[in-house]
């Protein structure tokens, strides 16, 4: 991924792919721990072939700790379940 020139350092992110119950294709959740623009992140899901994008602002741990928590609970929990949550439930196995 082309990044800004303003950005330092390494890309930090953690991708995990899901397969809705009874869906042909599978999908991408990625939490990347940085900001990106909206039209540069269309951009490289499009160059890769991705249709489709829902682009999410976690909540700042500093304003919100718990919005910040479930949110990347959320993605954390795609495959199996984290402190009791069930978004693995809506996943093949």
Not at 11 to 21: D, G, K, R, T, W
Not at 48 to 62: C, E, K, P, T, Y
Request: with cysteine; proline share 5%.
């Amino acid at each position: 991924m082309e990044r800004s020139k303003n950005s330092n350092g390494p890309l930090i992110y953690f991708a995990c792919p899901a397969q809705a119950l009874g869906a042909p294709r599978y999908h991408l959740h990625v939490l990347i721990w940085e900001w990106l623009r909206r039209s540069f992140a269309a951009r490289h899901a499009s160059a890769v072939g991705f249709d489709h994008m829902d682009l999410r602002q976690i909540a700042s741990a500093r304003d919100n700790l718990y919005a910040a928590v479930q949110g990347v609970g959320y993605f954390l929990g795609q495959q199996r379940s984290v402190f009791g949550s069930t978004p693995h439930d809506r996943h093949e196995p």
